[in-house]
Nanobody, 124 residues
Framework: QVQLVESGGGSVQAGGSLRLSCAAS????????MGWFRQAPGKEREGVAV????????YYADSGQGRFTISQDHAKKTVYLQMNSLKPEDTAMYYC?????????????????WGQGTQVTVSS
């Protein structure tokens, strides 16, 4: 079992930046892939970025490529999502999730554990 707690969301203007954090506890952190997802009202949940903590490998969806950076602090068992050049279309609830094993998946159904989410609102 892995417990995940997100923080760092908020309201910013277009072009601004936010850093989201996801603190993991419980099971062996390094045995999982950690992903960031988002869901806007009326839309499906979509993967944004994923990292394999034990390897440091990362993968991004096109929506975040070049603007978002996923990283980790292994000692703190915390994964971050640095979001720059934010756009109004980035407005969504952002979720952290954990998937057993090492795979760079952005498919929600590959993830067993989810945080409660943190809201990001970008105004124009």
């Amino acid at each position: 079992q892995v417990q995940l707690v997100e923080s760092g969301g908020g309201s910013v203007q277009a072009g601004g930046s936010l850093r989201l954090s996801c603190a993991a506890s419980g099971d062996t952190y390094s045995g999982y892939s950690m992903g960031w997802f988002r869901q806007a009202p009326g839309k499906e949940r979509e993967g944004v970025a994923v990292i394999i903590p034990s390897l440091g490998n990362t993968y991004y969806a096109d929506s975040g490529q070049g603007r978002f950076t996923i990283s980790q602090d292994h000692a703190k068992k915390t994964v971050y999502l640095q979001m720059n050049s934010l756009k109004p279309e980035d407005t969504a609830m952002y979720y952290c999730a954990a998937s057993p094993g090492a795979r760079l998946s952005l498919r929600a159904y590959d993830y067993n554990y989810w945080g409660q989410g943190t809201q990001v609102t970008v105004s124009s």
